[in-house]
């Protein structure tokens, strides 16, 4: 979406394997807390997050909110061992950052500090639709088409985006892409208006517009999708055990997706050639746990890079398929 609003005179087409509801993105909560990447300066983390909080403010504060997905919520992230990082690199985006005082944290017995803010959620399936909408809006081609190798691609296209997410470990050969299994389960309990986050990232508990999303699991190296019965129940208990009152919650569904986990995201130009043919690659995968948290500011640094991409076809002598 980004490339083609920078760029409205080329011509631009999506190919996935899958669409919403069946991507990584569908399962996600959606929820705007950064995860850092240890391989990225955290100025540019910084950055990126910002870009993406002031898009999707903008967002939640439009007519468009409910049909994109997109709303504020306020909450807590509680720990049992104080952070480091009392005051993390993101404190001043998110809204009304402080510590929790003692009468909040009365709630979370378990827990000996924590952080009170406001921050912004994308409900996943609309707001990929919603995306997906403003794609075709602006003349996008979208085509379900898996691509088994990028060079596939060098006779119709001059640039090739590679945003496959965990798709990349395939499709680049990149060993340094890591699946991380995340098993998470959506619930029906409308009364949860405030998330729980336990600072460790091993529990959670996000409220949506429609749902509540509850998790999760970290599973480096695991490939699996199938949801595990044994670890529906250890959700729902320790979810449980923050917020006693999901005990009534109803219509559970399981969720299973593989986090693109790297050490820092790919974002990269590449020249392949082959036979004196050449196709420019842009890739901009590996968002691991945080890709909703950072997707607006990463997706206009790929976008600067089409940009350089296209700059070097328009002064070469290639006729461009642009
Ligand atoms: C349980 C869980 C909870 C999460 N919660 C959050 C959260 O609260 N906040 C947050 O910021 N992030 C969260 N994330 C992380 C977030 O979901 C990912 O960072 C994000 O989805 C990555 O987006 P992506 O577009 O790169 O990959 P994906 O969403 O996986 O999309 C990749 C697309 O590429 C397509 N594709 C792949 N290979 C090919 C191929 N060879 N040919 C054609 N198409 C291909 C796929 O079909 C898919 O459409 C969570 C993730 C999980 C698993
Ligand atoms: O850690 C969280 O708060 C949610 C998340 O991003 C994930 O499970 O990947």
Redesign the pocket.
């Known amino acids: 979406l980004c490339i083609s609003e920078a760029f409205p005179s080329c011509r631009l087409s999506v ?5 919403s509801p ?14 850092t990447y240890p391989g990225t300066p955290i100025h540019v983390q910084k950055q990126w997050f910002k870009e993406t909080f002031t898009y999707l403010f903008a967002i939640s504060n439009s007519a468009e909110a409910s049909e994109a997905g997109i709303h504020l919520v306020s909450g807590w992230q509680v720990f049992k061992t104080p952070p480091k990082d009392e005051v993390p690199f993101w404190s001043d985006i998110v809204l009304g950052f402080r510590p929790m005082s003692a009468a909040e944290l009365q709630k979370f017995p378990q827990h000996r500090s924590g952080q009170a803010f406001t921050t912004l ?1 994308c409900d ?1 399936p609309p707001y990929l639709l919603w995306l997906e909408k403003r794609l075709r809006a602006n003349g996008v081609q979208v085509h379900t ?4 190798d990028l060079w596939e691609l060098h006779r119709e296209y001059d640039v090739v985006v590679n ?6 470990h ?2 680049g050969g990149d060993p340094e892409l890591l699946p ?5 389960l959506k619930v029906h309990a409308p009364w949860v208006k405030h998330f729980i986050r336990d600072g460790d990232g091993s529990t959670y508990v ?1 409220p949506g517009i429609d749902s509540v ?1 509850l ?3 970290r599973e480096k190296g695991s490939w699996s999708l199938s949801p595990d019965p044994g670890t529906t129940k250890d959700i729902f208990d320790r979810c449980r055990s923050l917020e006693p009152s999901l005990q009534r919650a109803q219509d559970v569904r399981v ?6 986990s790297r050490s820092s995201v790919r974002l990269q130009r590449e020249v392949l050639s082959r036979g004196g043919a050449k196709l420019l690659v842009v890739h ?12 607006r500011g990463t997706a206009k640094e790929a976008t600067r890079l089409v940009g350089e991409c296209i700059a070097a076809l328009q002064g070469s002598s290639s006729r461009a398929k642009l």
Not at 15 to 19: G, K, N, P
Not at 163 to 168: F, M, S, Y
Not at 284 to 295: D, M, T
């Open positions: 190919l996935s394997e899958q669409f069946n991507t990584t993105g569908d399962v996600a909560a959606g929820m705007l807390i950064p995860h959620k996943c088409r898996k691509v088994a945003c496959t997410g965990i798709g990349a395939q499709l991380v299994r995340g098993q998470v996000y999303t998790g999760g699991t969720k299973v997706g593989l986090r693109p901009s995968y590996g968002h691991g746990a945080g890709g909703f948290s950072v997707h």
